[in-house]
C-alpha cells in the first residue's frame, strides 16, 4: 500500500529560498508542496477543500500578512493545518508569541535538508517539533538568573506590540495614541510600563527591542 504523502504549503516572500526549500521537499518521499505563496494573504487564498494541506511552512517577516497573522488566522479558520515557522529569531519572546498563535515548531533558514524532513514529519505525526536549542530556550522561559519567573516581564500584550511597531516610524508620542484610538496619558503609562519591564530608557531603546525581537523587521 502506498504511504500518503503529507500535503505541504508554504509562504515566503524570498522566492529563491522558497523555491530551494519546495524542491528539497519534493525530494522527499514522505512530503510534497502542493501551493507556494509569497505572503500569508496568497497562501490563505491559495487553500483548497479537495487539496486540503497538512502542514503550512511560514516565513515570520513577510510583507501585507506576516507569519504571526497567519498563523493566528490558520489556528482560527483552518486548525487542522499544523504550522512550521521560519525565522531567523529566536528570542523567548518570539517563542511565546509564535506559541500563542498555535504555532507546533521553529526552523532557521538554514535548517539542514534531513532537518526539513524531520521537522515536518515530526509536527504530522506527534504535533510538534523544537531544536534542542530552541528548546533550552523554552525551558529557561520560566526563570531567571535569580530562580524568579520572568514570564512577565518578556510576554507582551497584542496592544504593546502594535505600540512597539509604531514607535519605530517617526511618528510623535500623540499621534500614536490617535493611531490606536487610545488616550495620550495611556499611551504615556504604557511607554513607562514597557520601559521599566524591558530595561530601557528611551524611544530608541524601545525600537531596538522590538527590531531585536523580530517585532519590527529590519
Keep these: 500500500m502506498k504511504k500518503e504523502m503529507i500535503k505541504v504549503i508554504m509562504a515566503d516572500d524570498h522566492i529563491l529560498l522558497r523555491n530551494a526549500l519546495a524542491s528539497l521537499i519534493d525530494k522527499s518521499d514522505s512530503c510534497k508542496v502542493i501551493a507556494e505563496a509569497s505572503n500569508g494573504k496568497e497562501l490563505i487564498d491559495a487553500i483548497q477543500k479537495d487539496n486540503y494541506p497538512d502542514i503550512a511552512i511560514l516565513d515570520l517577516n513577510m510583507p501585507v500578512m506576516d507569519g504571526h497573522e497567519t498563523a493566528q488566522y490558520l489556528q482560527k479558520h483552518h486548525p487542522k493545518i499544523k504550522v512550521l515557522m521560519l525565522t531567523m529569531y529566536d528570542s523567548e519572546l518570539v517563542l511565546i508569541r509564535l506559541l500563542k498563535a498555535g504555532v507546533k515548531g521553529f526552523m532557521k533558514k538554514d535548517i539542514h535538508p534531513k532537518e526539513l524532513i524531520h521537522a515536518i514529519q515530526s509536527v504530522f505525526e506527534n504535533d510538534y517539533y523544537y531544536s534542542s536549542q530552541t ?13 524568579t519567573p520572568i514570564l512577565e516581564k518578556i510576554t507582551l500584550s497584542d496592544a504593546e506590540v502594535e505600540f512597539l511597531k509604531h514607535v519605530c516610524s517617526e511618528q510623535t508620542y500623540k499621534e500614536i495614541a490617535f493611531d490606536l484610538g487610545m488616550n495620550p496619558r495611556a499611551i504615556d503609562g504604557m511607554r513607562d510600563n514597557l520601559f521599566n519591564r524591558l530595561d530601557v530608557k528611551s524611544r530608541v531603546g524601545l525600537a531596538m527591542y522590538a527590531i531585536r525581537h523580530g517585532i519590527v523587521p529590519i
Design 135 to 147: 528548546s533550552s530556550k523554552l525551558a529557561g522561559l520560566f526563570r531567571d538568573e535569580d530562580d
